[in-house]
Nanobody, 119 residues
Framework: QVQLVESGGGLVQAGGSLRLSCAASGGTVSIYAMGWFRQAPGKEREFVADISWSSGTTYYADSVKGRFAISRDNAKNTVYLQMNSLKFEDTAVYYC????????????WGQGTQVTVSS
């Protein structure tokens, strides 16, 4: 079973940057993709970005394109989310998730890390 631990959240002013990290352990040989999701107060969880573990192909939500960048370090079993030009509306709990090979959905989730952007 995969365990995911996020880090790097915090408080930042609008226009600033943060880098989130998510380290995976246990069962990592079967990773197909890893992604970042977020949930703001009173809203449903939404997709932010994901990355193919083998090819590195990335996908982004329209709301973060050009500002956020997802990357991975296969040797460290770690995925990153570089967030630049942060906006107040980026405030949310950010979760990383893992999708295993052959799975149609994200099966494992981290505990989340809070990102707060002050306007």
């Amino acid at each position: 079973q995969v365990q995911l631990v996020e880090s790097g959240g915090g408080l930042v002013q609008a226009g600033g940057s943060l880098r989130l990290s998510c380290a995976a352990s246990g069962g990592t040989v079967s990773i197909y993709a890893m992604g970042w999701f977020r949930q703001a107060p009173g809203k449903e969880r939404e997709f932010v970005a994901d990355i193919s573990w083998s090819s590195g192909t990335t996908y982004y939500a329209d709301s973060v394109k050009g500002r956020f960048a997802i990357s991975r370090d296969n040797a460290k079993n770690t995925v990153y989310l570089q967030m630049n030009s942060l906006k107040f509306e980026d405030t949310a709990v950010y979760y990383c998730a893992e999708r295993g090979r052959g799975s149609p959905k994200y099966d494992y989730w981290g505990q989340g890390t809070q990102v707060t952007v002050s306007s």
